[in-house]
């Protein structure tokens, strides 16, 4: 699956409001060993800045609204996530940048592994030598 996917969920609504499902399994392509979530993130703040060798993630917009940047050392793309009934993949060697943020905004991230900084590239240069290196 391609970073920027997006990954619909089941939504049930009724008069009451609206129910969305994640089922390990079925709607997300990776076993989820790690839930993370974004929130109270001042206005005009920007997060990420990384890519990541193995991680796979999908990230969903709970509350509110923010942009997802993705870069694959060749083009880059903006993704706006406004809706909690769908999330967009993210897998590895792919550079994000998230901005934007609406006030109220909570972002959940749903991935593969546990927090482990050794798979991080923090560093753009360094992301751009990596990929050229795996190519
Ligand atoms: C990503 C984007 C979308 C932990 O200790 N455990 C965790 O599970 C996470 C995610 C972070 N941390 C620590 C590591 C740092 O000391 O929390 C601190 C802030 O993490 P970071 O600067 O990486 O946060 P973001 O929002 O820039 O990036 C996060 C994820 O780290 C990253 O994988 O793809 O959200």
Partial sequence: MKSGYKIEF?????????LSFIEGGHHIPFHIKRV??????????????????????????????????LDDGTSRITVSLNRSHYGIYLGPNTWREMDNFSSGAVCLVLASENYIESDYIRDYNGFLEYIAGIK
């Fill in 36 to 69: 993370y979530y974004l929130y109270d993130v001042p206005g005009g703040a920007e997060r990420g800045g990384h890519s990541h060798k193995e991680l796979q993630q999908v990230v969903i917009a709970m509350s509110g609204s923010f942009d997802l940047i």
């Fill in 10 to 18: 089941p939504k049930i609504t009724d008069s009451r409001g609206n």
